[in-house]
């Protein structure tokens, strides 16, 4: 061939990745730093939803300690979970209940229906706190006196006051 050609025929070009310039900083690519970001997202989400739920259970019961609980209602709260009556009056059958865990008691009379006079169902404490209901058959609990470190007891009305019947202090 003239000229000092040869009749070869160019080698083809590699595919191989070309080298890195030793001068560009390797950065993950925008697509990786787009992944990370969404699972992160997603799990902080996944959390806040899993605490928010955690936080609102279907009875939505709260709790208390002693003097906390003065005036709640006992169904309302966790102080039901663990309460036992301790005592009964020895006429009416009005039940002392406590709570070991709230430090609270309160009073209940499981109603018989058919009750041809009202029995005031009441709850008090040696600090002065005092809650009674009215029924007339139905079953009824008080409001909570506080019970640490101080005495509670419950009673039983009729007649206004007339008949009347107490638990022991506990």
Request: with cysteine.
């Amino acid at each position: 061939m003239p000229g000092g050609l040869t009749d070869k025929t160019p080698p083809r070009a590699s595919r191989a990745r070309p080298a890195p310039s030793q001068h560009a900083p390797t950065e993950p690519s925008l697509s990786i730093i787009a992944r990370k970001l969404a699972t992160t997202g997603s799990v902080l989400a996944l959390a806040a939803s899993g605490l928010l739920f955690a936080s609102t259970p279907a009875s939505a019961a709260t709790s208390c300690l002693g003097s906390t609980c003065t005036g709640k209602d006992p169904a309302t709260t966790t102080c039901q979970n663990d309460a036992k009556t301790v005592y009964w009056d020895g006429w009416f059958n009005v039940e002392l209940r406590y709570s070991p865990s709230c430090r609270a008691a309160w009073a209940r009379w499981q109603g018989a229906g058919g009750a041809t006079e009202p029995l005031k169902v009441q709850i008090e404490n040696n600090q002065g706190a005092t809650y009674s209901v009215t029924t007339t058959g139905a079953t009824v609990y008080t409001r909570m006196v506080n019970d640490k470190d101080v005495l509670a007891r419950a009673a039983g009305f009729k007649n206004g006051g007339a008949q009347y019947s107490y638990t022991a202090w506990y």
